[in-house]
């Protein structure tokens, strides 16, 4: 097998995945804040975190994979050590989206199932646990408490604050020493009460927020920094393996994290740190004013196959900036459609392409698709590489499609390679479940039953008319449900 090796942000250099028990990862991954709908720059880095899970998986680890969900607490002006601004949570209630919500707990559980369900159209894998902030604000006030009394943190008449000058290490991971704090980040929130503007919330006493819980300190909301670093420890303990996130999260939030942590526990927090670059839209920073803002709900509405959006996502290895195009999705598309025509001929020699083939045959395909595997795992395992391991892959379905008729040993060693491949990108073909239907009777989209929408689109497929079957995926998203294509038809799930 060979060596995982990852880009360490802390020791600035590639180096191998160790595992502190061997063979067993334990992994932390930053999830998003739930004030709306999850963009394709949150999945870039939600993706690359699930290609590490794949990769470790194909190595035969075991993987304890822990990814949140921050549903209070993470405020708009984050990119200061100690964030200001309205918790996001808030301010998404505040908003016209907003409106159709009685409360900011059904905002949060609304965008938090819709984050889920994109997680599923995009096949990424499950976590061991998702842990919500809200659902772990005990851990929190302890760690806090715990931290005033090592000496570390201090209460004010505003709330707890970390301090800084506590922690010699401040700065380690993203270069903001405290040296040169100040001059790195001159927009901090200004507070009186805090000794130093470098100093961060662990807790802010406001009993007019309205995700609120009573602490030693009073009514208040605890700090976005103190709930990853407590989640983190509740399911993985005082050190970690692996602890991932956008590049963007390296500062500030990051950087707390370790501070608050290694100060509490007196132990390194994560032994290695993955960040993953910033997306750019034909080559333009992504932005709602400039028109070129996509949610994966966006695209998927607009007719794009779910598994062409992951393909073209990981298109571009993770340690480097990346520039979606349509004209990328297009490609994308092609190479998923290529999987899929692999898999129609798979069948038409008599062999489940679904079917457990255990390793390659010996016949010539056989031979020359486990080269291509095993360069594919090779690229993964080399800071996952996936521009090589994305071409090695469709390397191997050209293979396939040169063969004018597969006989049952290279359909065989054909579904092997797909097998393999779809476990380790997760492109060949969705294994995430579809959440069943909410209700047991037939539904009806503008008085026809959704099942006649869904066979008029499959006839105009057929015919080649892609724009009434576009249109047709486009007027059911809208009334809220989604359309997968799979080997055996169409499925259809109710959204949200």
Not at 416 to 431: A, C, H, M, Q, S
């Amino acid at each position: 097998m060979p060596i995982f090796r990852l880009y360490d942000t802390l020791s600035r250099k590639v180096r191998p995945l160790e595992p502190l028990e061997p063979d067993h990862l334990r992994f932390y991954t930053c999830g998003p804040t739930v004030y709306s709908y999850a963009h394709i720059g949150n999945f870039r880095s939600f993706v690359a975190a699930d290609l590490v899970v794949r990769t470790a998986k194909a190595l035969g680890w075991r993987v304890s994979w822990i990814t949140n969900i921050t549903d209070v607490g993470h405020l708009s002006e984050d990119d200061v050590a100690d964030a200001g601004g309205e918790d996001r949570m808030e301010k998404a209630l505040r908003s016209k989206e907003g409106e159709h919500f009685a409360n900011v707990w059904d905002l949060a559980e609304h965008y938090a199932l819709a984050y889920l369900e994109d997680w599923r159209a995009l096949n990424l894998s499950e976590p061991l646990v998702r842990p919500r902030a809200t659902q772990h604000v005990r851990e929190q006030i302890v760690m806090t408490q715990a931290l005033i009394e090592k000496g570390n943190a201090y209460e004010t008449p505003t709330g707890v604050y970390f301090d800084v000058d506590s922690f010699p290490d401040y700065g380690k991971l993203s270069g903001n020493t405290r040296g040169k704090l100040l001059d790195a980040v001159r927009d901090v929130v200004q507070d009186e009460n805090k000794r130093q503007q470098a100093d961060f919330a662990l807790w802010k006493k406001d009993d007019k927020h309205l995700m609120q819980w009573f602490s030693p300190w009073g009514w208040g909301f605890p700090g976005w920094h103190i709930e990853c670093s407590a989640m983190a420890r509740a399911y993985l303990g005082d050190v970690i393996d692996l602890h991932s996130g956008g590049e963007d999260n390296a500062f500030p939030h990051h950087e707390c994290e370790i501070a608050q942590t290694e100060a509490y526990t007196g132990r390194p927090f994560s032994r290695h740190w993955m960040h993953v670059r910033h997306l750019q839209v034909e080559g333009e920073k992504m932005a709602k004013s400039a028109g070129n803002f996509f949610t994966i709900r966006d695209l998927v509405a607009q007719g794009h196959d779910p598994l062409a959006v992951r393909y073209a996502l990981i298109s571009t290895p993770y340690g480097r900036p990346f520039n979606f195009t349509m004209q990328l999705l297009r490609d994308a598309a092609a190479n998923v459609g290529r999987f899929r025509e692999c898999e129609r001929r798979i069948r038409a020699a008599g062999v489940d392409p679904l079917a457990f083939v255990e390793e390659s045959g010996a016949d010539e395909l056989g031979r020359e698709l486990a080269e291509d595997y095993a360069e594919c795992l090779a690229a993964m395992c080399d800071d996952l590489n996936t521009s090589v391991a994305l071409a090695k892959a469709v390397e191997g379905a050209k293979a396939i499609l040169r063969v004018p008729s597969l006989d049952e040993a290279n359909a065989r060693s054909a579904a092997w390679f797909l097998r393999k491949v779809n476990e380790l990108l997760g492109i060949v073909r969705n294994d995430a479940p579809l959440d069943p239907v909410p209700d047991t009777g037939s539904r009806e989209i503008e008085g026809r039953p959704i099942e006649e929408w869904v066979a008029e689109r499959t006839a105009a497929k057929a015919s080649r008319d892609f724009d009434l079957a576009d249109s047709i995926r486009a007027k059911l998203a809208e009334a809220g449900i989604e359309l997968r294509d799979t080997p055996a038809g169409t499925e259809w799930s109710a959204l949200g």
